[in-house]
């Protein structure tokens, strides 16, 4: 009981219910500094298991910089100091024990431009069941590149010509690449990062038809610019101004009927 008034205690700013009861990310009081620039400022939020939940806010309000934080990207950062707590399954993934290659593996990523490696369209997928050791042999490995561009949406499209290069697809295959890629290696987490803002109509569609059917097994969090694409894909949506936190809660409610005058604001199109 005493965690949860502390918590509270430091959502001052957030309105709704950032909990999950089935989380397995959590992130407690975190900030995060670009130098002395603060651009996290103090956000408490919880992932569930199976759960797609997607970040909006305007430019620059550190939703990316925050979906960061879950694998670690931000490490790749000379003047990025995280502070705070994150976990999965109750795991510190700061701890200084953590391996952060096997923890990418855990909690996959999608980049807003996709970027398949300059490798074969096979090679692509099984490039981390073979760093990771999870093939056991040949046959077990084209299995996983199969199941997994399948997954994707993708295999019926490129089950004749796996040695051709994957930068050779086009923009909305690559992104289902990238997407076959992320969960070859089993993620218990997929982060995908506007994974549609370079896409025609179409190829939006069928990524988020694909965020869909992948969220029965996987939790996923978005960032998106698109609040019409937050509204058809996640079951919840947090909205961030300013590097904070403000309200969290089921998307349907976050778009109807919001709690917060920031999030009204900008849900109207007075902000942003």
Request: charged residues 25%; hydrophobic residues 35%; neutral net charge.
């Amino acid at each position: 009981m005493m965690n949860n008034i502390n918590n509270l205690k430091s959502l001052e700013l957030t309105v709704g219910d950032p909990f999950s009861k089935t989380a397995r990310l959590k992130a407690r009081n975190v900030n995060v500094f670009y130098g002395n620039n603060r651009a996290i400022d103090n956000v408490t939020i919880d992932i569930g298991s199976k759960e797609v939940v997607s970040f909006i806010g305007p430019s620059g309000c550190g939703k990316s910089t925050f979906l960061r934080c879950f694998n670690r990207m931000n490490d790749t950062i000379d003047s990025c100091v995280v502070q705070g707590e994150i976990t999965i399954d109750d795991e510190n993934i700061y701890d200084k024990k953590i391996d952060v290659v096997p923890l990418r593996a855990r909690i996959g990523m999608v980049f807003q431009k996709p970027n398949p490696f300059p490798k074969s369209i096979y090679d692509n997928v099984a490039y981390g069941p073979r760093i990771h050791g999870l093939s056991e042999s040949k046959q077990h490995l084209d299995y996983i590149v199969e199941e997994s561009l399948k997954r994707a949406g993708l295999w019926n499209e490129v089950n004749d010509r796996l040695q051709s290069a994957g930068t050779g697809l086009s923009g909305g295959q690559q992104q289902r690449l990238c997407i076959a890629r992320a969960i070859a290696v089993s993620p218990e987490v997929i982060l995908m990062d506007e994974p549609c803002s370079a896409l025609d109509p179409i190829a939006t569609a069928k990524i988020e038809d694909l965020i869909h059917e992948l969220g029965n097994d996987y939790s996923i969090v978005i960032v998106t610019h698109s609040m019409q694409q937050a509204a058809r894909v996640s079951k919840r949506t947090a909205y961030f101004h300013l590097g904070k936190l403000i309200e969290v809660g089921r998307t349907k409610d976050i778009f109807t009927r919001p709690q917060h005058n920031k999030t009204e604001a900008y849900i109207s199109g007075k902000i942003g």
